[in-house]
T-cell receptor, first 111, second 111 residues
Framework: ELKVEQNPLFLSMQEGKNYTIYCNYSTTSDRLYWYRQDPGKSLESLFVLLSNGAVKQEGRLMASLDTKARLSTLHITAAVHDLSATYFCAVDGGGADGLTFGKGTHLIIQP | DVKVTQSSRYLVKRTGEKVFLECVQDMDHENMFWYRQDPGLGLRLIYFSYDVKMKEKGDIPEGYSVSREKKERFSLILESASTNQTSMYLC??????????FGEGSRLTVL
């Protein structure tokens, strides 16, 4: 059974700081996805990582995938308040049952 | 752009009532999914469908059923709503890269 673990689950940080969210998964996969969720809203796709070594960047967010280590990271550079949200990673286990999600990282960025 | 539309954003129902949650996607995708999201538990897969009239149980199907009579429409049915089914329900459609696109969500309260 595929398991996906994110850490930390809760993160409070100050604007201007850098930080990394980690996503570990338990079985072989080379497809990993990052989503953002704002309070009361649905999930919005951020990054799609489809191979070992894949790196994607959008603004202050950068995601990478190491399939050998079964690890993805979401790096935040010089955080700003607008990035406050819950971030989920999700892994494709290869079956028809879609993605397996981590529990999410609740990120608060304080001015 | 992929559009996934959920018919009701907010519903309040009484225990024992039958509840229909409808989801429509406009991109001719074969795979559709229903998740529920609860604080501290993340997203849990209820049912999914990979074709018209085809359905498969996810991780927590008890108390739910689904219907897929047309490719674009995937409905979640609570035959007799209970208070422990109070939750946020998220419908998603899947594209070729494996990425899921989510609807806006339906927040159900069962009294």
């Amino acid at each position: 059974e595929l398991k996906v673990e994110q850490n930390p689950l809760f993160l409070s940080m100050q604007e201007g700081k850098n930080y990394t969210i980690y996503c570990n998964y338990s079985t072989t996969s080379d497809r990993l996805y990052w989503y953002r969720q704002d309070p009361g809203k649905s999930l919005e796709s951020l990054f799609v990582l489809l191979s070992n070594g894949a790196v994607k960047q959008e603004g202050r967010l950068m995601a990478s995938l190491d399939t050998k280590a079964r690890l993805s990271t979401l790096h935040i550079t010089a955080a700003v308040h607008d990035l406050s949200a819950t971030y989920f990673c999700a892994v494709d286990g290869g079956g028809a049952d879609g993605l397996t999600f981590g529990k999410g990282t609740h990120l608060i960025i304080q001015p | 752009d992929v559009k996934v539309t959920q018919s009701s954003r907010y519903l309040v129902k009484r225990t024992g009532e039958k509840v229909f949650l409808e989801c429509v996607q406009d991109m001719d995708h074969e795979n559709m999914f229903w998740y529920r999201q609860d604080p501290g538990l993340g997203l849990r897969l209820i049912y999914f469908s990979y074709d018209v009239k085809m359905k498969e149980k996810g991780d927590i199907p008890e108390g739910y059923s689904v219907s897929r009579e047309k490719k674009e429409r995937f409905s979640l049915i609570l035959e007799s709503a209970s208070t422990n089914q109070t939750s946020m329900y998220l419908c998603a459609s899947r594209i070729d890269t494996g990425e899921l696109f989510f609807g806006e969500g339906s927040r159900l309260t069962v009294l």
